[in-house]
């Protein structure tokens, strides 16, 4: 006997969807976050977007962690929409030199919007692996096979990408820390004695990501990659997942439409 949505949801978490689910919702939220006008509604999607953070026990030291390569280019769009050097700024600090009030109101709901997709992306990297994201992306794919694209191989792109992004750092973090126990400081000198500094960093980080790229594919060799279709071990949706997608995209719907 089939239980109902109430029932469903009782113990509903972001770790229990499936990952086309959840990236499928991911999509949908972030394309109505660009579409919300109303301040009200606004506000009532970004405090879904921290719910969902708590949901998927993500702590603020760690949404700031992950959002500080971005700090540089959202402190410079805010500053460009906000300072005016020619025209009537409504703030006025020096002859045409001013604020202007508009820009600020822009640029802040602009930055906001970018911080809140960051927390959805967030929430849902926190509670999928990396191979179920892939396997979850193949799954959504799978109607482009009646055009001849190569889906698995997409998916194995997509697989081995979100594999090394985190490889990458942690060799990173390995290479900085064995120069810094001979003594580099990266943090001293000018900018050009800072860029050499940073050379001892790429190098080896580059001659280390060739060995094991090298190395992937003569595993993937090996293994007759490619010979055949793959087999396929991805969840499938079930009734929650249809429940909380169908209830995602209603509110989504309704929060664009007020």
Known sequence: MSKCPCALLKHFSLASLTAQTKIVATF??????FCIQQPLAFAAFALICVSLLWSARVSILEFLRVAKPAAFVLLLSFVANT????????????????????????????????????????????????????DGFSVLLLPLRLIRVDVDGLSIVLSIALRAIPLTLEELDRIRAAQRARGFNFESGGIVER???????LVPLTVSLFQRADQMAQTMTDRCLGAAKRTRISAKMQLVDWVVLLLWVALCFGLTTL
């Open 28 to 33: 949908v939220g972030i394309v109505a976050l």
């Open 195 to 201: 860029i050499k500094k940073w050379f001892t960093l």
């Open 83 to 134: 300072l005016v050097f020619i025209g009537h700024p409504d703030i006025i600090f020096s002859g045409s030199v001013g604020l202007s009030v508009a820009g600020f109101y822009r640029s802040t709901v602009a930055i906001a919007r970018v911080l809140l997709a960051l927390a959805l992306v967030l929430s849902v990297a926190s509670t999928t692996t990396p191979t179920q994201l892939a």
